[in-house]
Structures are given as structure tokens and as C-alpha cells.
């Protein structure tokens, strides 16, 4: 049985079809239409997809979710900071003369520089999704304890 819902992938088709487009026109096509169009799919595209995100990530929110902390860790690890790492080594080493002994340095910089020749949106996705799961967690733990003071069942939020 698939869960999917159909609308959430409606919305993240003609969110890559808007970054596509200003990926098009960024680098292909210039004049003042060229140019409020850019503006316009860029005022909204990258945030539009972090909204995607939240929506999928409230959707899959565990009810138990500190029994799961390492697997999730793990998962988004795998998912969101090792593409930004290798990116970003691939990127930087593409657009500058790499020696091997610069390697740590640009590790270091991926992170302290994230939006310099490295896929910025993957960090801040990976600490959104930690954050939204340390909140999911918190307000877990404070339903049980308003169903404990109170006595009856705790209502989960939305």
C-alpha cells in the first residue's frame, strides 16, 4: 500500500520545475524580463522546498521519538551532510587547483563558509530537521506530563 500523498509531490514537482527554470534563466537568458523573472521564482523557490520538507517531516513525526534519535541521526547524516561534504569538496576542487593538502582546510571552511562553492541548503535542512525533531520530541514529553497533572488524555498538537 503506498502512503504517498499526492499533492506533497505535486508541490516538489513545480518546486524543481521553478529551480530548474531559474537555473535556466540565471544563466542563459538576460534582459528585464529575464531578470524579474529570476527575482521572482528566487523570493520564494529555496524556501518554498524547506516548506515541502517540514510538511513530509510532520507527516512521518514519530510518537516516540527519542527511541529513534540515533536511527534518525544516522539517516539524516547519510541523506543531507555527507552530499553537502562530498559537494562541496567536488565543487571547490572543480573550480580551483586542488592539492590533497588543502583538503582539511576546505572541510573546515565547508562548514564555517557553507555558502562558498558548497550545496548551502543541505546543512541548513540537515539542522532544521534536527531542530524540528528535538521540538517534536519536547512537546511529546510535555503531553505526557499534561495527561499525568491532568488526568486525562493528551491531545497531540494540529
Given at each position: 500500500?503506498?502512503?504517498?500523498?499526492?499533492?506533497?509531490?505535486?508541490?516538489?514537482?513545480?518546486?524543481?520545475?521553478?529551480?530548474v527554470?531559474?537555473?535556466?534563466?540565471?544563466?542563459?537568458?538576460?534582459?528585464?524580463a529575464?531578470?524579474?523573472?529570476?527575482?521572482?521564482?528566487?523570493?520564494?523557490?529555496?524556501?518554498?522546498?524547506?516548506?515541502?520538507?517540514?510538511?513530509t517531516?510532520?507527516?512521518?513525526?514519530?510518537?516516540?521519538?527519542w527511541?529513534?534519535f540515533?536511527?534518525?541521526?544516522?539517516?539524516?547524516?547519510?541523506?543531507?551532510?555527507?552530499?553537502?561534504?562530498v559537494?562541496?569538496?567536488?565543487?571547490?576542487?572543480?573550480v580551483?587547483?586542488?592539492?590533497?593538502?588543502?583538503?582539511?582546510?576546505?572541510?573546515?571552511?565547508?562548514?564555517?563558509q557553507?555558502?562558498?562553492?558548497?550545496?548551502?541548503?543541505?546543512?541548513?535542512?540537515?539542522?532544521?530537521?534536527?531542530?524540528?525533531?528535538?521540538?517534536?520530541?519536547?512537546?511529546?514529553?510535555?503531553r505526557i506530563?499534561y495527561?499525568?497533572?491532568f488526568?486525562?488524555?493528551?491531545?497531540?498538537?494540529?
Amino acid at each position: 500500500m503506498n502512503n504517498r500523498l499526492e499533492y506533497i509531490d505535486i508541490l516538489r514537482g513545480f518546486a524543481i520545475i521553478t529551480v530548474v527554470m531559474g537555473h535556466i534563466i540565471q544563466y542563459n537568458i538576460h534582459g528585464i524580463a529575464a531578470s524579474a523573472c529570476f527575482d521572482f521564482i528566487y523570493s520564494f523557490h529555496m524556501g518554498f522546498f524547506f516548506f515541502i520538507s517540514g510538511c513530509t517531516a510532520s507527516l512521518s513525526a514519530d510518537k516516540n521519538v527519542w527511541d529513534n534519535f540515533y536511527s534518525f541521526l544516522y539517516k539524516k547524516c547519510c541523506q543531507l551532510l555527507v552530499p553537502f561534504i562530498v559537494w562541496g569538496l567536488v565543487i571547490y576542487s572543480i573550480v580551483n587547483s586542488v592539492h590533497y593538502s588543502d583538503i582539511p582546510c576546505r572541510f573546515v571552511e565547508i562548514f564555517s563558509q557553507p555558502d562558498n562553492q558548497s550545496p548551502w541548503f543541505l546543512l541548513y535542512l540537515f539542522c532544521i530537521q534536527i531542530i524540528f525533531f528535538v521540538c517534536c520530541a519536547l512537546s511529546a514529553k510535555s503531553r505526557i506530563k499534561y495527561a499525568r497533572l491532568f488526568g486525562s488524555p493528551a491531545k497531540p498538537c494540529g
